[in-house]
């Protein structure tokens, strides 16, 4: 039951997670959600990915939501593991979410193919709200559904 129930709050978790962050990267950047999906795809395709119409967007919801079910893996299974995670699930999500911003920002983008450092700008709180709300819906998927 706790293995069904593990991979119930990784797919929550994630595809929850990371579809709620397409829908803030596009409020906090003021564009339509297609530009942040081909943004994504991006990470593979270079800037080119904006002129790639909806199969670029196809890919960057596909890499998206692969992405959210990882990040929500990583942090299910140590939450197994360390069971402080799920008893303070708000402060685990809080930090685990900044810690997604930091290696999204400073590890996957700089790796991605767009080869690009974050710089510092009025938008960076808000990417830094939407990171740890992405944070607090993978802790509370793992601590609501791997407890049942």
């Known amino acids: 039951m706790v293995i069904r129930s593990t991979w119930i709050a990784i797919l929550v ?3 929850v997670a990371a579809f709620i962050d397409i829908g803030a990267a596009s409020l906090i950047n003021s564009v339509n959600p297609m530009i942040i999906l081909r943004a994504i795809a ?3 395709l ?3 990915s904006q002129q790639l119409g909806m199969p670029a967007a196809v890919l960057g ?3 998206q939501e692969a992405m959210g079910v990882i990040i929500a893996a990583i942090f299910v299974l140590a939450s197994l593991r360390l069971t402080w ?3 303070s699930w708000v402060a685990a999500g809080v930090a685990y979410g900044v810690v997604i911003f930091f290696v999204m920002n400073y590890v996957v983008v700089p790796l991605s193919a767009y080869h690009r450092f974050p710089s510092m700008r009025l ?9 740890v709300l992405f ?5 509370a998927a793992a601590t609501k559904i791997v407890e049942r």
């Open 135 to 139: 944070g607090l819906i993978i802790s």
């Open 61 to 63: 919801f596909a890499l």
């Open 46 to 48: 270079g800037p080119s």
């Open 85 to 87: 995670m799920r008893r």
């Open 42 to 44: 991006g990470g593979l």
């Open 123 to 131: 938008k960076l709180l808000a990417d830094l709200i939407a990171m």
């Open 13 to 15: 978790g994630g595809l």
